[in-house]
Nanobody
């Protein structure tokens, strides 16, 4: 059974850092595109960062470029999202997702498998 479990969320002050982890089971991680998405109350889910199933090509939401880094560790079946210089507008529930596609996708539609989400709150 394919599962994704996020962890690492919490409350952090503006300018702080968090590292989110997405532990995966039931599939070969390097055969799937992986994306991190977020959803704030009353807003649509948006793609934050994603990594290709073919190579290490990555794509980032413009507002997080230079602050967030996505990385996969195939040996540990885990994908990470390092978030630095956090801002209050980064507050949301963060989800990781897997898509059985060749390539990369920064929109939710191609992703078939989702974790339960982890809350990130940036506030002083």
């Amino acid at each position: 059974q394919l599962q994704l479990v996020e962890s690492g969320g919490g409350l952090v002050q503006p300018g702080g850092s968090l590292r989110l982890s997405c532990a995966t089971t039931g599939f070969t991680l390097d055969s799937y595109a992986i994306g991190w998405f977020r959803q704030a109350p009353g807003q649509e889910r948006e793609g934050v960062a994603c990594i290709s199933s073919i190579d290490d090509t990555t794509h980032y939401l413009e507002s997080v470029k230079g602050r967030f880094t996505i990385r996969r560790d195939n040996a540990k079946n885990t994908v990470y999202l390092q978030m630095d210089s956090l801002k209050p507008e980064d507050t949301a529930v963060y989800y990781c997702a897997a898509a059985a596609i060749k390539g990369i996708a920064n929109i939710p539609a191609p992703y078939d498998y989702w974790g339960q989400g982890t809350q990130v709150t940036v506030s002083s």
